[in-house]
Nanobody
Framework: QVQLVESGGGSVQAGGSLRLSCAAS????????MAWFRQAPGKEREFVAA????????YDTDSQKGRFAISRDHAKNMVYVQMNTLRPDDTAVYFC??????????????????????WGQGTQVTVSS
């Protein structure tokens, strides 16, 4: 079992920055892929960024790549997403997610929320124009 707790959300003006944090506890952190998703009101949960247990990073779109950066601190069992140049359409609840992937399984399907077994409670990000 993996427990996840997000923090760092808030309200910012367009062009501002936020850094979201996710604290993981429970199972050993080493073989766990981590990801960030977001969900705006009335919309489906969508992929934001991910990092595999062995350091492969992935982002959803060109608009996020370059604005968002995911990072992990294995010693502290933390994962972060730095979000810069925020826009009103980035407003959503942001969720941290995790899955346990065997070492011999390739890193795939990381954009699919159904591929993750563990979720945090979410943190609200509101960007005003």
């Amino acid at each position: 079992q993996v427990q996840l707790v997000e923090s760092g959300g808030g309200s910012v003006q367009a062009g501002g920055s936020l850094r979201l944090s996710c604290a993981a506890s429970g199972r050993t952190f080493g073989s766990i892929d981590m990801a960030w998703f977001r969900q705006a009101p009335g919309k489906e949960r969508e992929f934001v960024a991910a990092e595999s247990w062995d350091g492969i990073e992935a982002y959803d779109t060109d608009s996020q790549k370059g604005r968002f950066a995911i990072s992990r601190d294995h010693a502290k069992n933390m994962v972060y997403v730095q979000m810069n140049t925020l826009r009103p359409d980035d407003t959503a609840v942001y969720f941290c997610a995790a899955r346990i992937r065997p070492f011999n399984r390739p890193y795939a399907d990381y954009k699919n929320p159904r591929a993750y077994d563990y979720w945090g409670q979410g943190t609200q990000v509101t960007v005003s124009s």
